[in-house]
């Protein structure tokens, strides 16, 4: 027996206890209902809406039951509820593509995402507090230390600034013409430095708690850069570079500082840096089952008392900082496939929420005494 069920490709295939049998469309996004006990009639059928994507799997609420409730994944990384009689409704979102950008509330348990999907979320833990579509795709995110203020910064170069308290878009500028790959607020907030691919640091004078910007200067480097810490004091910054340099700039003089050894004693706001004085320890340590491991996001606790790094292999390891020697010992946990692209401790540092990168999962771990 064959019948056109779909468009495209049938993505799933599910018979109910009642002998109703249930197709997902991939691309078509529909869910149909055929009965078996008559030739595979079509029932009915359902179109799911376009922001949720297409049918990924599907499973039924209670199995055995006949009340036709279901669960359906989708392409987008989004779970939902109903059934074919009713409408249905999300109750697990996702990012549906890349997802690199993370920023922790600097008061409260909440933290953000922003992925390649366009879209930026608020979460406090588990739960969704609002999502907003910005337009471009986001790599980068920081909260204004007052924490009334989200930035993000865009694969394409523009800087996108939310209300973190609605979600609502206050301000988009163009910066460049290159991705922002990371953005830092000095400590009390009034600049915001802004990581480009171009090698170059784009400086913002902010005001009005965070939702005020104007362009003072740019620093010109050459090589790609990663990540980016402020000091204390707002006179320097430092950089990581795509190929692991350490790099010192002086925000006042508008030039890279041209003795890093100097820096040694520098105090630094966060370091997110994944090289460093004092994190030489996360590189070549003696304990790890793989030599050559490439260190790709790194976040230190607000007591400065430890710090969390990721790596190219799915290694979540965390350390007691500061992090000098080789020998330094850590916990180590690998539950992702590939690359963790970005780690931050939560407000209080009793949570560590760590995201995937290429594979858009997002994690929260609990530091248990031990």
């Known amino acids: 027996m064959e019948f056109e069920a779909h468009n495209k490709g049938i993505s799933c295939l599910v018979m109910l206890s009642e002998g109703t049998l249930l197709s997902g469309g991939e691309r078509d996004r529909k869910i149909c209902a055929w009965d078996s006990?008559?030739?595979?009639?079509?029932?009915?059928?359902?179109?799911?809406?376009?922001?949720?994507?297409?049918?990924?799997?599907?499973y039924p609420q209670r199995p055995g039951r006949n009340d036709g409730?279901?669960?359906v994944g989708t392409t987008r990384n989004n779970i939902l509820e109903g059934s074919l009689q009713r409408r249905f409704n999300q109750v697990?979102?996702?990012?549906?593509?890349?997802?690199?950008?993370?920023?922790?509330?600097?008061e409260d348990e909440l933290f953000a995402t922003a992925g390649h999907d366009k879209n930026i979320a608020l979460w406090r833990r588990h739960k969704l507090i609002w999502t907003s579509s910005v337009g471009y795709e986001c790599i980068s995110l920081a909260f204004h230390p007052f924490g009334s203020a989200l930035a993000a910064g865009s694969s394409e170069g523009h800087l996108i600034v939310i209300n973190a308290e609605t979600g609502s878009t206050m301000l988009?500028?163009?910066?460049?013409?290159?991705?922002?790959?990371?953005?830092e607020y000095n400590q009390i907030g009034d600049m915001v430095a802004i990581g480009s691919q171009n090698g170059s640091i784009y400086l913002f004078r902010v005001s009005r708690d965070g939702f005020s910007y104007k362009r003072v200067n740019k620093i010109r480097g050459s090589q790609p850069l990663t990540h980016l810490d402020w000091s204390i004091d707002s006179c320097h910054?430092?950089?990581?570079?795509?190929?692991?340099?350490?790099?010192f700039w002086d925000v006042k003089a508008l030039s890279p500082e041209r003795s890093p050894v100097a820096m040694k004693d520098i105090k630094w706001v966060t370091h997110n840096c994944v090289v460093g004085f004092m994190v030489g320890g996360m590189w070549s340590n003696r304990y790890y089952s793989a030599?050559?491991?490439?260190?790709?996001?790194?976040?230190?606790?607000?007591?400065?008392?430890?710090?969390?790094?990721?790596?190219?292999?799915?290694?979540?390891?965390?350390?007691?900082?500061?992090?000098?020697?080789?020998r330094a010992e850590f916990a180590e946990a690998k539950?992702?496939?590939?690359?963790?692209?970005?780690?931050?401790?939560?407000?209080?540092?009793?949570?560590?929420?760590?995201?995937?990168?290429?594979?858009?999962?997002?994690?929260?771990?609990?530091?248990?005494?031990?």
């Open 92 to 106: 697990i979102f996702g990012h549906g593509r890349q997802l690199w950008g993370l920023a922790a509330h600097p």
């Open 291 to 326: 030599q050559n491991t490439l260190i790709t996001t790194a976040t230190r606790s607000t007591q400065h008392d430890m710090i969390a790094s990721g790596d190219a292999d799915g290694y979540l390891r965390l350390f007691r900082y500061p992090c000098i020697t080789p």
């Open 37 to 58: 006990l008559q030739n595979y009639k079509k029932i009915t059928e359902i179109k799911l809406p376009e922001n949720s994507g297409g049918v990924r799997t599907i």
């Open 335 to 370: 539950v992702y496939s590939g690359t963790i692209a970005c780690g931050r401790f939560l407000y209080g540092n009793r949570s560590l929420v760590t995201v995937g990168g290429t594979d858009a999962s997002l994690m929260i771990w609990e530091l248990a005494d031990e």
């Open 172 to 183: 988009t500028l163009r910066v460049c013409g290159s991705p922002l790959n990371c953005l």
């Open 69 to 71: 409730n279901i669960y």
């Open 237 to 247: 910054l430092q950089t990581a570079t795509i190929d692991f340099d350490l790099l």
